[in-house]
């Protein structure tokens, strides 16, 4: 380590004002800083600080993403043999699933973070670490089918107008990483849904070659039900990418057809413990989602016309995106609420738009994303009440106080 | 009994260094320096000129618009050097002691049979004016206003805090004096808060006073916490503020007749050998209570005052006009720590959840251990802000300067020390007391 850096002091002068290579100095600046803490000392205000920044935050919530991405790898190798039917080990599933995937998380991290480098440059500030997070959760909430150049354009166009022009991370109003699906879901609407994008039958650089299943369908469970004919879920099951059925245990552990990230409820909890207890995320936010959602589901269950509306609580909460959204999306501290009322209603409204979406729109069978993103728009306006009130009680003391004088 | 508030939020930071409860005499030194900026709102005038002698009482400078207010030097020698800045700015008043400690005589004079306007005449002459503060602006308070209440701290909450109990043994007397000649100066009460654990029967049976019981971590000794508790500012209201300590040295002044500025310090801080109390006048030069007493070979912070709200100084520097104790901490600038995002180093503190606290006591040094970002992580200032007032929202309408909605957020009501832990806790880095102190100036100049 000493050897490093003794090297980062010899070339550091380089990347200074001055230095050939000073258009790179946000760049060195960033390595430096992820290889040693800066020892710069504090000039004003107080003399100590607390250990953590916003590095250790946002390698937080990639270390409580990564079993999600894990059993996401995993699942994506399961399907894909299941679909074209050859037995396979656990390893192989997982390297097929890590193959799949890293491309994309390259394209992702790279395409983003080169972005955020040069306009970091150009705005002579320090590089925010807010797309190490987005960067990992962009594959994670994509069909594993999306093509690279996609991802390439997506991540470009949300990192540049959904974050960069509004000022860089801190200040965006909607999270980068839902608007890089939502480009996509409404630019390339046949590559994001249907049943054809969630299981890739193809091999990957040559792995798992081989023919797709004659019982092959690759519908997700929730689009399977938005387009049942069933009259109520008594009706109705659950099938896998093979015809088989579909256990509570399969939806739990994750594995389902779908988005990467989402697929495991349980590798979600255990995010979420992580979360929770390190207090990155917010309970509030996590659990307002969940009773938002509680809420909307005994109400469609109550008046249930189809099986989409009878699908009881616990099928809601395990498939789809709701978990995921709940956990790392909603929790996302820049575009949620910032005042703690504010994060109950703005999480309530999640769940319950989320499930509404689901339930009454069938173009479109998972509404996590839409949620969440409509209500990032109205985050600032549910603080500009709660903050209001404080207003109000403050103004209400001056009349009282002045009548008491006089 | 005393009425009992319970504050929930806060954070008692737990440093190494802690001083003990024993005195360890008086310190003094050769020169003596006074330095204007210590008294926020105060617009330095001089009244004496580099060679004059000086007595210990005679005015140094006087506040531009307030001649009244005077601040004088705290001993009796001879003007060596006036020390200037930029644009002229007045950094230190040196006064050479010759060593014969002769006191201006204000004579003795008892409380009870003076009128408020004797009251505030003989603490504006002794030069003792600067120990009351003002709430709005947090600074020297304006003589001619008057107060609605005046509030009192008995005691000292952050981190390695002086004991107010232990510093006013033997100085009951004074500290009633003290009291009583407040009650005087408003037409409302005077408040004196207490901490649970206080002892000393001065500050627990005192007259004069309504006093209240403040339980929980810093900032429950912060002033502005126990006013936001007890009866907030109004927009139009002037409140004022004291500390114990200040209260005693404004009694002595009544009792002995002297303008009598010896401080009780608390010598504290990780780096420090021999931890205790010392006696020393305001202005007196540190450097013989650090020699061979603090730790060797590294580099070190020396700070006046306490590590949240205290100034930094250099180690021939000089006890400043407010504080009461003294740090030394390490300053870390020769430590490079590798992968600090990804440590599980037992020795880095979080108020947070994100690192293992195994340790009982930390020793933190001066390092940002991070660089400066926009405000992203919520609900993190408000964990540590026991007050009505929403600091996230504050600190952004006072960062743009929107004077409507910080008068709506409670900007009157603060001052920055109350956002030390903030700071302290700030993943963002950020310096909010600096934006709270500017934008309280700004605020200032823009309403007078």
Redesign the interface.
Same mark, same amino acid.
Not at chain 1, 36 to 41: A, D, E, M, R, S
Not at chain 1, 277 to 280: F, K
Not at chain 1, 336 to 340: L, P, V, Y
């Given at each position: 380590?000493k050897a490093l850096?003794n090297y980062l002091d010899k070339i550091k002068p380089n990347f200074e004002e001055g230095g050939k290579l000073h258009w790179l100095h946000s760049t060195y600046?960033a390595f430096e800083?992820?290889?040693?803490? +800066?020892? #710069?000392?504090? *000039?004003? @205000?107080? !003399? #100590? !600080? =607390?250990?953590?920044?916003?590095? *250790?935050?946002m #390698? #937080?919530v990639v270390i409580a993403l990564i079993p999600a991405l894990l059993v996401g790898m995993y699942n994506v190798g399961l399907q894909h043999y299941m679909a074209i039917g050859q037995q396979a080990s656990i390893w192989d599933m997982f390297l097929f699933g890590l193959l799949a995937m890293l491309p994309q998380l390259v394209v992702s991290y790279v395409v983003g973070l080169g972005i955020e480098f040069a306009i970091a440059q150009a705005r002579k500030e320090?590089v925010?670490?807010?797309f190490l997070v987005s960067g990992i959760l962009i594959p994670m909430i994509l069909p594993v089918d999306t093509p690279l150049w996609m991802i390439a354009v997506a991540t470009a166009f949300s990192v540049i107008f959904a974050k960069e022009v509004f000022? @860089?991370? @801190?200040?965006n109003v909607f999270n980068v990483a839902l608007i890089t699906r939502a480009f996509l879901f409404f630019s390339y609407p046949s590559k994001m849904s249907g049943d054809q994008v969630w299981v890739r039958t193809s091999d990957t650089f040559g792995v798992g070659g081989g023919n797709v299943v004659d019982s092959y369908s690759g519908a997700t469970p929730l689009g399977q039900l938005a387009t049942s004919e069933a009259a109520n879920f008594s009706e109705f099951t659950f099938q896998g990418i093979t015809g088989q059925s579909l256990s509570i245990s399969d939806m739990f552990f994750g594995f389902i057809p779908g988005s990467m990230g989402e697929v495991s409820t349980f590798a979600i909890i255990l995010g979420a413990i992580l979360l929770i207890?390190? @207090?990155?995320g917010?309970w509030k936010t996590m659990l307002s989602v969940f009773l938002g959602g509680a809420v909307a589901i005994v109400i469609t269950n109550l008046f249930a016309q189809n099986a989409l509306m009878d699908m009881p609580m616990h099928y809601h909460f395990l498939l789809g995106g709701f978990a995921f959204g709940a956990v790392f999306m909603a929790t996302d +501290?820049?575009t949620?609420? &910032?005042?703690?009322k504010g994060k109950w209603i703005y999480g309530f409204f999640i769940g319950l738009l989320a499930v509404a979406i689901r339930v009454f729109n069938p173009g479109y069978p998972e509404g996590m994303m839409l949620a969440i993103l409509f209500m990032n728009a109205f985050a600032p306006l549910i =603080?500009f009440y709660v903050?209001d009130a404080?207003?109000k &009680?403050?103004?209400k &003391?001056?009349a009282t106080?002045k009548t008491a004088n006089e | 009994m005393a009425n009992r508030i319970k504050i929930k939020k806060g954070l008692q930071i737990p440093l190494l260094g802690e001083s003990e409860l024993t005195a360890r005499g008086t310190v003094t030194s050769e020169f003596v320096r006074i330095c204007p900026e210590d008294y926020p709102g105060v617009a330095p005038k001089l009244a004496v000129k580099v060679d004059d002698t000086v007595k210990a009482g005679s005015p140094l400078f006087y506040e531009k618009k307030h001649p009244e207010m005077v601040f004088v030097s705290p001993v009796s020698g001879v003007v060596t050097e006036i020390e200037r800045g930029e644009r002229r700015r007045i950094l230190n008043i040196v006064v050479k002691a010759d060593g014969t400690e002769e006191y201006i005589d204000f004579g003795k004079k008892s409380v009870a049979s003076l009128s408020p306007e004797e009251v505030k005449k003989a603490i504006l002459e002794a030069g003792l004016w600067f120990a009351i503060r003002q709430r709005p602006y947090d600074i020297v308070a304006v003589p001619n206003k008057q107060p609605r209440d005046i509030f009192v701290t008995g005691f000292d909450s952050s981190p390695l805090a002086p004991s107010y109990d232990f510093i006013l043994e033997g100085q009951e007397a004074d500290l009633q004096t003290g009291l009583d000649a407040l009650a005087k100066l408003t037409a409302g009460n005077v408040y004196l808060s207490i901490s649970s654990k206080t002892t000393n029967p001065a500050l627990r049976q005192a007259k004069n006073a309504v006093i209240t019981e403040f339980d929980g971590p810093h900032p429950a000794g912060n002033v502005g916490v126990q006013v936001n508790h007890l009866k907030p500012v109004n927009r139009g209201e002037v409140v004022w503020t004291l500390n114990a300590l200040n209260v005693a040295m404004i009694g002595r002044v009544f009792n002995k007749g002297v303008a009598d500025l010896t401080r009780t310090v608390a010598l504290t801080g990780s780096e420090i050998k021999e931890k205790g109390y010392y006696n020393m006048l305001i202005g007196t030069e540190l450097s013989s209570i650090f020699e061979g007493n603090v730790t060797e070979g590294i580099s070190l912070r020396y700070i006046s005052g306490n590590p949240l709200t205290g100034r930094k100084i250099e180690k021939n520097g000089v006890l400043r006009a407010y504080d009461a104790q003294v740090t030394v901490i390490p300053e870390g600038d020769d430590v490079h720590e590798a992968f600090g995002w990804a440590s599980f180093s037992p020795k880095r503190y979080s108020a947070g959840g994100t690192y293992l606290q195994l340790k009982k006591k930390y020793r933190l040094d001066a390092r940002m251990l991070g660089g400066p970002r926009a405000i992203i992580v919520s609900n993190e200032y408000d964990k540590v802000f026991p007050m009505d007032i929403f600091p996230e929202q504050l600190i952004k309408s006072t960062l743009a300067f929107n004077i409507e909605k910080m008068e709506q957020l409670g900007i009157y009501e603060v001052a920055p020390e109350d956002f030390a832990l903030c700071e302290f806790v700030d993943t963002s880095k950020l310096e909010l007391q600096r934006i709270i102190r500017t934008g309280l100036d700004m605020l200032r100049k823009e309403m007078e």
């Open positions: 380590m850096r600046d800083t992820f290889l040693f803490v +800066p020892n #710069i000392t504090s *000039r004003s @205000g107080v !003399h #100590i !600080h =607390d250990a953590r920044d916003s590095k *250790r935050t #390698i #937080i320090e925010a670490e807010g000022g @860089g991370t @801190g200040y207890a390190t @207090g990155v917010s +501290p820049v949620s609420s &910032r005042t703690e =603080d903050v404080n207003i &009680r403050r103004l &003391r001056v106080a | -």
